[in-house]
């Protein structure tokens, strides 16, 4: 076998690892060349890799000095050398380098520090290599995880539903159409919910992680046309009881975000006060409340609208922590809502706002669970309950009270990040003019 990189691995540890050994130390890292600069004779080389940087310097009694000298922004290479503290290094401990294996002499890299928003999204592929961008990264891996940790513990079943679907959930205005392969057109779907409402009648309590698709003409900070969905279905509960389930999951979350990614938050700049906050119960604000308050603020806004971003940034000024919004006008929600049986013009659902601007990141609520309810509903709607004919089923053999919610995964993270744009919280975002890279 050829000694390559990977067949020498056993003694290189990660920079994360080396930066806590002591001066003295032999040390050999691998990674890529985040800063390059000459000083004087000296070649100095920040190394970054997945856990941290380190700063490798090497003099020109190195035999590696000229190939050091040689190393581009973004090269790879396997640096060897002995351990020095340096307050004035990253970490507080620098390299001194022996030896220097250039992996791959990288082309003149196109990302300056002054690059713009726009071209940043065109080069993402390079640009998801950033500081930056691995630490949302890594809080995003957080969040995904103890989302599962959380719905395993309590005793869901994770289920799969399709991504191409024959009818709107969330309305036609968003729906992604696609010519089948037998020249049909079915849709991208935007939710999950109807399939996991077919499957609590096996499991009870079900719960899935995929795409939703919503074709979102607007460009707002909080819109993807691709985004993940979390979604939880709960049979024999109720809007009560479905609040409760987001809460603590979404606690949960934000606790281990706290826990394991301390200094990706601080990387971030992003404060943690308000993240210490998120414990259960939340704050439950009444629809009713919500009107007088923003009419108070000024906003022209009335019984039955819906609310949108601007509002809801406001009603987040009110809470320092998640808080429930419940209680929305019939109009102002999908038609799969059971409406309240003791104020019929109001449903049984309610959205979870993030504060500090963030606004909704969960809808949920109760589900209509007779028939001719759901049937009179459908048609209120102006839509064709033939469309729903296997949904309506669902009330036709053994219906039970239930609910469940969908929570925005990329919403979640750019709140729990601190982030002022949802593209910046997945590593390929897709909007209304972004399908590259
Ligand atoms: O409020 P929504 O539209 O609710 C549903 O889709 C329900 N069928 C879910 C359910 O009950 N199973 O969407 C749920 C969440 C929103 O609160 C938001 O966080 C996120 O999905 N979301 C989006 N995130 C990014 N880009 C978009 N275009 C989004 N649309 C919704």
Known sequence: MSGGI??????????????????????????????????????FIVVRD???????????????????????????????????????????????????EIVHLAENFPIRRDASREFLLEVRHLAVRSRKMTSVLKIRNTVFEALHEWFRANGYYEVQGPMFVSAAVEGGATLFPVKYVDGSTVYLTQSSQFYLE?????????YTVAPSFRAEKSRTRRHLTEFWHAEAEVAWTNLE????????????????????????????????????????????????????ILQGKGFKVSWGDDLGADEERALTEEFDRPFFLYGFPV???????????????????????????????????????????????????????????????????????????????????????????????????RTVSRTYP
């Open 331 to 429: 109009q102002a929600k999908a038609f799969y809502h059971k409406n309240d049986p003791s104020r019929p013009e109001v449903t049984l659902s309610a959205d979870l706002l993030a504060p500090e601007g963030y606004g909704e990141i969960i809808g949920g609520g109760e589900r209509i669970e007779k028939l001719e309810e759901l049937v009179e509903k459908i048609k209120s709607f102006g839509l064709n309950p033939r469309d729903y004919e296997w949904y309506l089923d669902l009330r036709r053999y053994g219906s039970v009270p239930h609910a469940g919610f969908g929570l925005g995964m990329d919403r979640l993270v750019t709140w729990i990040a601190g982030l002022e744009h949802i593209v910046d919280s997945l590593p390929f975002p």
């Open 50 to 100: 997945s856990t941290g940087i380190i700063q490798a310097v090497f003099t020109p009694d190195s035999p590696s000095h000229p190939d050091a000298r040689k190393v581009t922004v973004e090269s790879s290479l396997v640096v060897e050398g002995t351990l020095k503290d340096d307050p004035r290094a990253p970490g507080g401990k620098e390299i001194q380098g022996k030896k220097l």
């Open 198 to 206: 077919a499957l609590i009648f096996s499991l009870e309590k079900v």
């Open 6 to 43: 990977a067949m020498q691995a056993t003694d290189i540890i990660p920079v994360k690892e080396a930066l806590k050994l002591p001066a003295g130390s032999t040390v050999k890292v691998r990674g890529w060349a985040y800063r390059r600069r000459d000083l004087g004779d000296k070649a």
């Open 241 to 292: 009881g479905i609040m409760k389930v987001e809460e603590e999951l979404v606690a949960h979350i934000v606790r281990r975000v706290l826990e394991k990614n301390a200094e990706d938050l601080e990387l971030l700049g992003r404060k943690t006060e308000i993240l210490r906050n998120v414990e259960p119960p939340f704050p439950r604000l009444s629809y009713d409340k919500a009107i007088e």
